[in-house]
């Protein structure tokens, strides 16, 4: 059956026809939508793991056991999981093993621009990349094919554009291999040095193997046009290049992107009078074909920084550029905000009132850092507060420690807060840390995490509980706050900023857009009490804003939380008149 699917669905349907049995994996925009998709497959066990590291342990594991399996993270987090990554190289597998990767060319939606396809040619793991949402369906069965039959893990790597565009795809019915049964082999799957010499050897001789695949693979192919002009491309390039030239010019369009054949691209290149790579981030194709010898166009033409698109090819490729409709020059200025309602919000006032260096973490609460609370001033990455905020109070001690916290949310905590936390309590670092528990993984779409009480499906599952794991890891001081009461968030920061030990402040309130949570009816402003003196302004509620010199609450978005009624002076803002 013919269908629209978006590039990530259109994997997890792949994943699921292949017959893929064991999926784990850490949620990461842009790759989240394939793990969701594959859950809805009673077949198939799905779930979240804690971090990325993890999903890939546990992948490989099922793995070992015989069975397909699947792991799926964003380019970030394959840095987390880049441990496991290395060393299954070495081991190989039993059943297919294979590992979505989404890049973020653009930084739509995180912290850098990194390019996975290094990971690929370090590992020596090879890497598949789809161009659209029928090939992502299509990898996805051939990269369990390649998995077993050359002993490796498999890399698919999307990006934002191929995995939240949609084009059509065939699906058909799921076929499940047999599985291999599991057999005991120590040289093959204990990395202890003496093993590990003699894997390498071996990881070498399948990369010459893949190599050959390469060559002759129906993954690459060559689209012979007019021959004045050659393009080397993959992914979301080669839809812009098609976009542009059309039939005009000959494309090697490149769907296994590690390892990359040498005399296909010799041929190629052989046919044509000029040769350009189009390729978005690293010039990863570009120096490939530089090595072999031949004369090749890319980034000094092309920018190494941000994503592509059809006008920017014509333009640098002297093609027709189509000027689309503009929006009008007058919009506002719409910058990404805290939500109406976030339980965060009040405990970002506070820790600005109280005129705090917050170190911070990854979710939604890194926009405090934007105006009016300006309440943020580090993030990293996945935990760096908690690591942080130790090595910043050890160097400074005093100077900082009575007015310095970390922020980090419940799920970034159980990503890779815990080992900071127990290095502040191991090494006695006199930090304060704030837990932001919204009772869900808020930034990637509400996906559920160990301290939620629920599994991908929605189902109960095992619960962490925050409050006494701290206490177990050492720490005396623990108090839990409700953000929307901004005099108990005021009392708890100078109580445990002033203490003289590490503490833990558990900022709990549900994320306002959860369906389960009831929400009190917006407030009203009382024009004749308001001055127009802007205290509500500064929470940087999109709720609130001053027109004809009053405040005005826009009832469509305000849920009620009361934080705004607590800076007014003047008693202006309430609750609905009777």
Not at 414 to 424: E, R
Request: hydrophobic share 40%.
């Amino acid at each position: 059956m013919k269908q629209l699917m978006l590039g990530n669905k259109a994997l997890a349907r792949g994943l699921y026809e292949a017959g893929v049995s064991v999926v784990s994996s850490y949620p990461g925009t842009p790759s989240t939508e394939v793990t969701e998709e594959l859950a809805k497959f009673d077949e198939v066990y799905s779930e979240w793991a804690p971090n990325e590291k993890v999903a890939m342990e546990t992948a490989f594991g099922a793995s070992l056991a015989g069975k397909r399996s699947f792991c799926g993270m964003k380019h970030v987090g394959l840095n987390v999981a880049a441990d496991p990554l290395f060393t299954c190289s070495y081991t190989g597998v039993n059943g297919g093993m294979v590992i979505c990767v989404a890049d973020d060319a653009g930084m739509h939606s995180s912290q850098n621009e990194q390019d996975s396809r290094h990971y690929a040619e370090a590992a020596k793991i090879p890497m598949l990349e789809p161009a659209d949402s029928s090939e992502a369906l299509a990898f996805a069965k051939k990269a369990y094919e390649i998995s077993e039959a050359f002993d490796t893990p498999v890399l698919i790597k999307m990006c934002t554009r191929i995995a939240h565009s949609q084009s059509v795809v065939e699906t058909s019915e799921r076929v499940v291999p047999k599985p291999k049964p599991y057999v005991k082999n120590i040289a093959k799957y204990v990395m202890s040095p003496a093993n590990a010499i003699r894997r390498h050897p071996f990881v070498e001789e399948r990369t010459l193997k893949l190599k050959e695949l390469a060559e002759t693979s129906d993954l690459n192919w060559v689209e012979m046009g007019g021959t004045e002009l050659g393009i080397i491309t993959s992914s979301t390039s080669y839809q812009y290049v098609k976009e542009v030239f059309g039939d005009t010019v000959s494309i090697l369009k490149l769907g296994m992107v590690f390892p990359l054949p040498d005399q296909k691209i010799r041929d190629f290149a052989e046919k044509v009078d000029r040769l350009v790579v189009v390729e978005e981030l690293d010039p990863i194709i570009e120096n490939h074909v530089r090595a072999l010898g031949i004369q090749v166009s890319g980034k000094d033409l092309f920018p190494i920084c941000g994503e592509y698109s059809q006008n920017m090819v014509a333009s640098v490729l002297g093609a027709e550029v189509h000027e689309g409709k503009k929006l009008g020059e007058d919009l506002p200025i719409r910058p990404p905000v805290m939500c109406a309602g976030c339980p965060h919000r009040g405990l970002f006032f506070a820790l600005a009132k109280n005129k705090c260096t917050v170190l911070g973490d990854i979710g939604c609460y890194t926009l405090g850092a934007a105006a009016p609370l300006n309440a943020m001033e580090m993030t990293l990455c996945m935990g760096a507060s908690i690591s942080a905020i130790h090595g910043f109070n050890k160097a400074l001690g005093e100077e900082s420690e009575g007015k310095t916290v970390a922020v980090i949310g419940d799920s970034t905590f159980m990503h890779s807060g815990m080992t900071g936390l127990a290095n502040v309590a191991y090494n006695q670092s006199n930090s304060t840390i704030i837990i932001l528990d919204n009772s869900i993984t808020g930034m990637t779409g509400h996906q559920q995490n160990p301290t939620t009480g629920y599994n991908i499906k929605g189902d109960p599952a095992g619960k962490i509980d925050l409050e006494s794991l701290c206490r177990a890891m050492g720490y005396q001081r623990v108090r839990v706050v409700d953000p929307y009461d901004l005099a108990a968030c005021d009392t708890a920061i100078k109580e445990e900023l002033a203490a003289k030990e590490a503490s833990v402040i558990i900022s709990r309130r549900p994320c306002a857009l959860l369906k389960y949570v009831k929400h009190n009816p917006p407030l009203v402003v009382n024009t004749d009490k308001c001055i127009g003196c802007k205290s509500c302004m500064r929470l940087g509620c999109p709720a609130i804003s001053i027109k004809n010199g009053k405040a005005v609450i826009d009832n469509t978005l305000c849920v009620g939380c009361g934080v705004c009624s607590q800076l007014c002076r003047f008693g202006a803002l309430g609750g609905a008149k009777e």
